[in-house]
């Protein structure tokens, strides 16, 4: 990866950019730039052979100005005590700039679980779920997958919550499996939102996502599914990539043929007859669409100089670093940020949350509808902030929208003597 920006910093640099453009007063504005709380913890756990591991864990509570703390939960080697805060102040906006009741909250344990057995796995997960069950419950805190984390992992701290509380309580969760109390939808709605952002954003600037040739940085749960939609929307995939590579097919990638072949292989690399690529030259192709979808500060500013894609849409959380948002602006690269790019996959979690409480359940038409409804909304909401504002960039003017509904909250609730 590129740059090595602290996410924590660049997250409060953005605060900062858009606190610019607020008259609120500079006590609220610290305030938004720090989480409330933050826990760190150490788990232990049994291994197969008996022994015993401890690995660190953390879960930041960073705004509940607007409702329960919301985001997911991570396992990566690269979790850190500020990526968890900047990662939880990112859900703290994404929900305030997508209108979704929630504030931001984000979790993760620092471990490549490749290294673990599933049955290691779900040690673990119970013990962070033990840990967390003070903090976490449905009007409370409300994890959810993120990197490395999918409907095992829920249903596993959605049964311990369960089993320890002795109560049913499935909206202590989202991204469950549907047996579990999981939402239709739930698993595209990541990559839903990116290519419905994308195709609102070629509209804007009077292009048509139909024809545009896109390339995808990462092709998880979120990359994937944002080529294979934007594919069906008429766009061209020609180079998608992941941890391992990346492939270029001038004339177009199958995606979901990538996928198939990903999944049997665990890397897109060696698929058909595409040309290898590395992830720095996917980002640099000349492109109408570029998909960052992997990790944060994938595109530093030295990168972003050579970047040639006319469009950006964030499907990771934090791709770019506040200097590469400079560079990209100064050339006239739109950004549709992660914030309310990737927002669908909260957006659905909140529509999961809100069948469990009343346990009824929607079909997948419904939940898409609904979340289409959400995104041209915000999009529109968006747009309106960035021309008003004058905003350097749409990010900006994102923040500027999501800022000013979390003082509004704040304001409305008055003072505690
Ligand atoms: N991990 C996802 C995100 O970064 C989803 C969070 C959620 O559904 O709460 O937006």
């Not at 150490?42 to 100005?65: I, M």
């Not at 959810?144 to 969760?173: C, F, H, S």
């Not at 944060?296 to 990168?303: F, G, Q, T, V, Y």
Request: with cysteine; hydrophobic share 40%.
């Amino acid at each position: 990866m590129a740059g090595q920006a602290n996410p924590f910093e660049s997250l409060q640099e953005q605060i900062d950019d858009a606190a610019a453009f607020l008259d609120a007063p500079q006590g609220v504005v610290t305030r938004l730039k720090n989480p409330e709380r933050v826990l760190e913890t150490n788990l232990t756990f049994e291994l197969d052979d008996g022994s015993l591991e401890t690995v660190r864990a953390y879960r930041s509570q960073f705004n509940g100005d607007r409702g329960p703390y919301k985001g997911g939960i991570r396992y990566h080697p690269g979790v850190t005590r500020d990526e968890v805060k900047a990662l939880s102040g990112w859900m703290a906006y994404k929900c305030a700039v997508v209108d979704i009741p929630y504030g931001g909250g984000k979790g993760g344990i620092a471990i490549d679980p490749a290294d673990y057995s599933e049955a290691e796995l779900e040690r673990l997960t119970r013990a962070f779920a033990t840990e967390l069950r003070p903090l976490i419950g449905e009007d409370r805190d409300i994890p959810a997958p993120d990197v490395n984390t999918g409907q095992r992992e829920m249903n596993w701290i959605k049964d311990t919550y369960e089993t320890l509380e002795n109560t049913t309580a499935p909206g202590v969760i989202t991204g469950k499996a549907l047996d579990s109390g999981g939402s239709e939808g739930r698993v595209e709605a990541t990559g839903r939102s990116v290519a419905l952002a994308a195709r609102e954003a070629f509209d804007w600037l009077d292009r048509d996502v139909a024809g545009a040739t896109i390339a995808v940085q990462g092709y998880g749960n979120a990359g994937s599914v944002a080529a294979a939609l934007l594919d069906d929307l008429g766009a061209d995939v020609v180079a998608v990539s992941d941890s391992s590579g990346g492939i270029h097919a001038p004339d177009g990638l199958d995606p979901r043929a990538v996928k198939n072949h990903k999944a049997e292989t665990r890397s897109v690399s060696g698929y058909g007859d595409a040309e290898p690529i590395t992830n720095e030259e996917l980002l640099t192709l000349d492109v109408d669409l570029l998909v960052p979808a992997a990790l944060e500060n994938a595109i530093d500013s030295d990168l972003a100089a050579d970047v040639r894609a006319d469009v950006v849409v964030e499907a990771a959380n934090g791709p770019l670093t506040p200097d590469a948002d400079d560079v990209l602006a100064d050339k006239d690269v739109y950004v549709v940020p992660d914030i309310l790019a990737n927002a669908g996959g909260v957006t659905v979690s909140y529509f999961e949350w809100v069948q469990n409480r009343q346990r009824f359940y929607w079909t997948e038409e419904r939940v898409n509808e609904e979340l289409e409804r959400v995104i041209v909304d915000a999009f529109d909401r968006l747009v309106d902030s960035y021309e008003t504002n004058e905003a350097p960039n749409l990010r900006t003017a994102a923040y500027v929208v999501a800022i000013d509904r979390i003082v509004d909250a704040y304001d409305q609730a008055g003072n505690w003597p």
